[in-house]
């Protein structure tokens, strides 16, 4: 059983910062490429940043390059988002997810197991 737990989130004014963490239990973490997708009301859930396995590959959208930073720790089964410059677009739910290889993947479809989601709301 592999258990996927966020923190992190909370309101934060449009230009700040928040770092979300990913505490992963069940499953060898190293073994497994990670992501984090967000979904706004009304919205489909969208990748946001992935990391391969070892922590040596990573992907953004577009929406967020330059402004979010994705790493893992594997020694603390534990993956984080680093999120600045934060903007009223970026309010949505976030959820890490576990990939079903060790590359970064970006469809939803390739991912096996969720975390519950942790809401991030930034106001402008």
């Known amino acids: 059983q592999v258990r996927l737990v966020e923190s992190g989130g909370g309101l934060v004014q449009a230009g700040g910062s928040l770092r979300l963490s990913c505490a992963a239990s069940?499953?060898?973490?190293?073994?497994?490429?990670m992501g984090w997708f967000r979904q706004a009301p009304g919205k489909e859930r969208e990748f946001v940043a992935g990391?391969?396995?070892?922590?040596?590959?990573?992907s953004y959208a577009d929406s967020v390059k330059g402004r979010f930073t994705i790493s893992r720790n594997n020694a603390k089964n534990t993956m984080y988002l680093q999120m600045n410059s934060l903007k009223s677009e970026d309010t949505a739910v976030y959820y890490c997810?576990?990939?079903?290889?060790?590359?970064?993947?970006?469809?939803?479809?390739?991912?096996?197991?969720w975390g519950q989601g942790t809401q991030v709301t930034v106001s402008s």
């Open positions: 990391i391969s396995y070892n922590g040596g590959i990573t």
């Open positions: 069940g499953r060898t973490f190293s073994a497994y490429g």
């Open positions: 997810a576990v990939a079903q290889s060790i590359w970064v993947e970006k469809p939803p479809g390739r991912y096996d197991y």
